[in-house]
């Protein structure tokens, strides 16, 4: 089995199936829409990604033909509804190889889930003056639900810095780990910079230093290349649902059975319980102990269609197509004047992050948002890392399995209308 | 395209974003606050010196921030001086107006210089572009922040 980094060196090795992207574009209904009279050059997947159309149908056919509450009625439209969703459970934990579906939590999203293992292992397992360590790649959603865990339980936060390119200080990584260390946090693939986080190495390191539990923000990895949470090791791994082509509001945490059936429940009410009395009640065992409430029932269907849409495309196929638009978009946009790439790490996602010397990122937004071009500018959630590389903000491209080497053309053409416009 | 952009990115944008006026931090000031926008990570100071009968005798900031919210504190910097407490917060009314409407006021207020008007005109661009909108605004929340005595606003 090779490991994500390996993969990404040499996709699939020699059966790659090739991406045909004239079919995949003609799948995301959106992309034939204009803006401003101009085409649509959607890159921002790394903040949303768009949705095909079988994610779509398979949404609004389960509210036309098979929609109630899940996991209650004895009627036919629950059961309906319920396969449905529980298929959606047996997909997600195929698609992380987990071992069962029992594995499986659904959240609101990928905050949602740290924040969940943040309070659970908070309540259940973590002590004052226990140590977590997050890396400096990370998002604001696997910074805040730890500092807020750290002021509530008086854990101690300590944070693996960055080198100048944006990889990780893999050294003073170890030097972190400690006698008190008890959970790692880490980012996959770095949501501002693109640099995929040597992640099966950090879990290694964690383990052979004693019971350390690791949790993977894998939001910008899954929907990228093949992921297998028993290859890496992790104990939790976590993704949204609309940046892997799916809708929002749903998100998938991975936990190992024992870590989970060892943590006391997150939010309490329907669903999570066995039994229910004034006096006491008890709870139902992992996943749906984490699961309180009506869940997300149709975008669940909508995150079984686009995981069944993405293994039928297959991971290598896209992971090569997207690599050869980051060696393609890196090439181009270093040939611009003045123009600098920030996340130069040897190892990235197809995220380009940059600078213009002449212009701030948010002008440069607004203009290319006049040619059509949408993506990103500002901190990206992701402040320390702004921070780090002496930047207020910077302009993101973000590259999705839909993107062609055209796209990247018209956002050099647009950064030349920038120049044009600022000197 | 470009000529749409030449609306909201004028010369004098352009000019004032990239060589701002009175970007400093004066000794003698007496009221500041720091602006700050989260969607975007733009961070201004603006500083006044009011005078004893709460007139503005100088006015300045200094800052990161895009073209637009650069000028922005620029020409307002230019605009404040010799203005009493209510004519600066009056004319960040007008000038809020002209961000966000095509037509003046109906009730246009007399007492406000109308070259100061004037000059701010050059950023009525950003109607057509309302996500900018709280760019051009932000300098002008912290001076009235810095004005109210309070220390940080952050515009959302």
């Known amino acids: ?423 | 395209m470009l000529d749409e952009l030449r609306e909201l990115y004028q010369e004098a944008i352009l000019d004032h974003g990239k060589n701002p006026r009175n970007f400093r931090h004066p000794d003698d000031a007496n009221r500041s606050a720091h602006g700050h926008n989260p969607v975007c990570g733009d961070t201004l100071f603006v500083y006044l010196k009011l005078d004893e009968e709460g007139v503005i005798r100088d006015c300045a900031f200094k800052g990161k921030g895009c073209a637009i919210s650069l000028a922005s504190a620029s020409l307002m910097t230019q605009s404040l001086t010799g203005l009493t407490e209510k004519q600066a917060r009056a004319l960040f009314e007008r000038f809020h107006w002209l961000c966000t409407h095509d037509e003046p006021p109906e009730d246009e207020t007399e007492d406000l210089d109308p070259e100061a008007i004037e000059r701010l005109e050059v950023l009525s661009g950003v109607r057509e572009f309302p996500v900018r909108v709280k760019c051009a605004t932000l300098a002008w929340h912290t001076m009235t922040a810095a004005l109210d005595g309070q220390q940080e606003v952050s515009t959302e």
Request: net charge negative.
């Open chain 1, 1 to 423: 089995m090779t490991t994500m980094t390996e993969a990404i060196k040499s996709p699939g090795a020699n059966s790659v199936k090739a991406l045909d992207l004239e079919k995949v574009r003609a799948d995301f209904p959106i992309l034939q829409r204009e803006v401003y009279g101009r085409p649509l050059v959607y890159l921002d997947t790394a903040a949303s990604a768009q949705k095909p159309r079988q994610v779509i149908e398979a949404m609004t056919s389960m509210m036309e033909q098979s929609y109630a509450n899940v996991h209650r009625g004895v009627h036919r439209l629950s059961q309906e509804a319920t396969d449905v969703f529980e298929s959606a459970r047996e997909k997600a934990a195929r698609l992380l190889n987990a071992a069962s579906s029992d594995e499986i939590v659904f959240t609101r999203g990928a905050t949602e889930a740290i924040n969940l293992v943040a309070f659970c292992c908070g309540e259940g397992l973590l002590e004052a003056g226990d140590e977590v360590i997050i890396t400096a790649l990370e998002h604001h959603s696997n910074i805040v639900p730890w500092q807020m865990l750290r002021d509530r339980k008086g854990i101690v936060l300590k944070v693996v810095p960055m080198l100048e390119d944006g990889s990780l200080d893999l050294e003073a990584y170890r030097g972190l780990l400690g006698e008190r260390t008890r959970m790692v946090a880490t980012t996959h693939i770095s949501n501002a910079l693109g640099t995929i986080a040597p992640v099966k190495e950090i879990i290694a390191e964690a383990k052979a230093r004693g019971d350390i539990l690791v949790l993977v923000d894998g939001c910008q990895a899954v929907p990228h290349c093949r992921v297998d949470v028993r290859d890496l090791g992790a104990d939790f791994y976590t993704f949204s649902g609309h940046k892997l082509y799916g809708p929002s509001g749903i998100g998938v945490l991975y936990g190992r059975k024992e870590v989970l059936d060892a943590l006391p429940p997150y939010q309490g009410g329907g669903e999570m319980i066995s039994s229910v009395t004034f006096e006491k009640s008890s709870w139902k065992a992992a996943p749906h102990r984490f699961e309180a409430g009506t869940p997300a029932i149709v975008e669940a269907a909508g995150l079984a269609a686009a995981i069944d849409y993405l293994e039928a495309l297959d991971f290598d196929a896209i992971q090569a197509h997207e690599q050869g638009l980051l060696a393609y978009a890196t090439d181009k946009l270093s040939q611009i004047e003045g123009l600098r790439i920030l996340g130069t790490a040897p190892e990235k996602a197809a995220i380009v992050s940059f600078t213009l010397e002449s212009a701030h990122p948010h002008d440069i937004g607004t203009i290319l948002d006049r040619a059509g071009v949408a993506v990103r500018a500002g901190h990206h959630c992701a402040q320390p890392v702004m921070d780090r590389l002496g930047v207020a903000a910077t302009v993101r491209a973000s590259f999705g399995l839909y993107n062609s080497e055209a796209e990247v053309d018209a956002l050099a053409a647009a950064l030349l209308k920038v120049k044009e416009l600022f000197g």
